[in-house]
């Protein structure tokens, strides 16, 4: 089993940036892949960005160019940046990790971006 415990969420400008945080309680280069997904009010709950344990990463259209992905493997932990937010961008943001087959959720964090 793996916990992962999210932070980094809260309200920004448009324009503005933020970083989120998903801090396992395991290896994080031990996951088959880390993502992160959003889920909006009324909306279902969508791939923002994947990596793989080897590196590769994938970014939705929505993200590329300005959401990033970067891990520490000393503090176990993989951050998304996300900088120029819009406004649609506002969502309850989760990250995942792959596991032996399972799927781990972390709780979920909130971004709101004001225009």
């Known amino acids: 089993q793996v916990q992962l415990v999210e932070s980094g969420g809260g309200l920004v400008q448009a324009g503005g940036s933020l970083r989120l945080s998903c801090a396992a309680s395991r290896n994080i280069f031990s996951f088959n892949t880390m993502a992160w997904y959003r889920q909006a009010p009324g909306k279902q709950r969508d791939l923002v960005a994947i990596?793989?344990?080897?590196?590769?990463?994938n970014y939705a259209d929505s993200a590329k160019g300005r959401f990033t992905i970067s891990r520490d493997s000393a503090k176990n932990t993989g951050y998304r940046h996300m900088n120029s937010l819009k406004p649609q961008d506002t969502a309850v943001y989760y990250c995942?990790?792959?596991?032996?087959?399972?799927?781990?959720w972390g709780q979920g964090t909130q971004v709101t971006v004001s225009s």
């Open positions: 990596v793989t344990s080897g590196g590769n990463s």
């Open positions: 995942t990790a792959l596991y032996f087959g399972v799927a781990n």
